[in-house]
């Protein structure tokens, strides 16, 4: 952890020290600011959006971040820091239930899986599913105040161990009716 400390970037470490003092940081302000132009983002095109990363190309109508800051960062917002709102605000009312309905069938998913886990009788498996279905809820909390879908790698592999799960269950299972058969 020390040697962490020693090597992360000055930039990196003033930001994490500075999350205690939310008064003073600009932060919160500036999501909040980034929020509410996505809502009126989508609420002008709640039917299409405004098209894939179009909120950084559109956010300057919606969005005024500058607060006399100098750093061209504050000038242009290159995202929402919420995957929901991004969603919606670039795709749509369609884009929005579409990425709700794919995360919410992959907990469902796990679940399911979970529970044939405990059914044939393997309880790592099934603890494996439940640990995974909590990273992934995790990960859509997280997503809340972030908006990382595409370069974040840790939820396309927590999906790709979704389908790797269920493989692994009808393989089981199917070597189970093949024992039961003879």
């Given amino acids: 952890m020390f040697s962490s400390y020693l090597i992360a970037p000055r930039a990196f470490l003033n930001r994490v020290f500075s999350i205690e003092n939310l008064r003073?940081?600009?932060?919160?302000?500036?999501?909040?600011?980034?929020?509410?132009?996505?809502?009126?983002?989508?609420?002008?095109?709640?039917?299409?959006?405004?098209?894939?990363?179009?909120?950084?190309?559109?956010?300057?109508?919606?969005?005024?971040?500058?607060?006399?800051?100098?750093?061209?960062?504050?000038k242009t917002p290159m995202t929402t820091h919420n995957l929901y709102l991004e969603a919606a605000s670039e795709q749509g009312v369609f884009g929005l239930v579409f990425l709700l309905s794919f995360f919410g069938f992959s907990i469902?998913?796990?679940?399911?899986?979970?529970?044939?886990?405990?059914?044939?009788?393997?309880?790592?498996?099934?603890?494996?599913?439940?640990?995974?279905?909590?990273?992934?809820i995790a990960f859509l909390i997280f997503n809340i105040a972030h908006s990382s879908l595409i370069h974040n790698k840790e939820i396309w592999f927590i999906l790709a161990c979704a389908i790797v799960l269920r493989k692994i269950y009808i393989q089981q299972e199917n070597k189970i009716m093949n024992n039961k058969v003879l």
Avoid: H
């Fill in 24 to 74: 003073e940081s600009q932060g919160l302000d500036v999501r909040k600011k980034l929020w509410s132009g996505a809502w009126e983002m989508f609420k002008d095109n709640w039917f299409t959006g405004v098209g894939l990363a179009g909120f950084e190309v559109n956010s300057y109508k919606y969005v005024n971040i500058d607060q006399g800051k100098e750093r061209e960062e504050y």
């Fill in 108 to 136: 469902i998913g796990f679940r399911k899986v979970r529970k044939k886990f405990k059914i044939i009788n393997n309880p790592e498996m099934s603890l494996l599913s439940s640990a995974l279905e909590l990273c992934l």
